[in-house]
């Protein structure tokens, strides 16, 4: 069954403090991708990866950092988050036409 | 820049009503829309896809049509049910793009 797991599920952090959400994938697939979602504002994407060490600038990826160094995982990394970065994300992987995508990650900062 | 909206944001129905939810898209140079139900506290799950060439996919109670044209799709829930509430998502994907663009959603309450 194609899986796509995000860690934690739920986190509250306090602003400055690095963290990190994790996302790994059992399909093997190339493009991986991280979105946010905001009340009214739909899905937007963060970050995506075409492959190992091969990552590119979404539409809103401003405080966000990613890594790409195995096929499996693509973590997105808040180096010194702040409150308007409190939000939905999800991490998602591509295949052809199908779009898998993990139960999502509530962080909020305060 | 494509720009997809869902309307309505918010629908309440009694249980077995056929209902339809809009979304519109502002580039029809669209590769395929899909359409994702999303639960509080879970993922989204793919619902339906319509590639750029077709005009509807059915699955079950529900079927999505797409008017490339017009920048159009609908979402199609015959006989609803209390375990169809949950948010609808509409994500096209422009050619030569790999990411989706999505709408804001419909949040569905059917009510028992």
């Known amino acids: 069954e194609a899986q796509v797991t995000q860690n934690p599920r739920y986190l509250i952090t306090v602003t400055g403090k690095k963290l990190t959400v994790t996302c790994s994938q059992n399909m093997n697939h190339e493009y991986m991708s991280w979105y946010r979602q905001d009340p009214g504002l739909g899905l937007r994407q963060i970050y995506y990866?075409?492959?190992?060490?091969?990552?590119d600038k979404g539409d809103v990826p401003e405080g966000y950092k990613v890594s790409r160094k195995e096929k499996r995982n693509f973590p997105l990394i808040l180096e010194s988050p702040s409150p308007n970065q409190t939000s939905l994300y999800f991490c998602?992987?591509?295949?052809?036409?199908?779009?898998?995508f993990g139960q999502g990650t509530r962080l909020t900062v305060v | 820049k494509q720009e997809v909206t869902q309307i309505p944001a918010a629908l309440s129905v009694p249980e077995g009503e056929n209902l339809v939810l809009n979304c519109s898209f502002t580039d029809s140079a669209i590769y395929n829309l899909q359409w994702f139900r999303q639960d509080p506290g879970k993922g989204l799950t793919s619902l339906l896809l319509?590639?750029?060439?077709?005009r509807e996919q059915t699955s079950g109670r529900l079927n999505a049509s797409l008017d490339k044209s017009s920048g159009r799709s609908t979402l199609y829930i015959a006989a609803s049910q209390p375990g169809d509430s949950a948010t609808y998502l509409c994500?096209?994907?422009?050619?030569?793009?790999?990411?989706?663009?999505f709408g804001s959603g419909t949040r569905l309450q059917v009510q028992p």
């Open positions: 990866s075409m492959n190992v060490e091969v990552t």
């Open positions: 319509i590639q750029s060439s077709q």
């Open positions: 998602a992987v591509v295949f052809g036409t199908e779009a898998f």
């Open positions: 994500a096209v994907k422009d050619t030569g793009r790999r990411a989706l663009t």
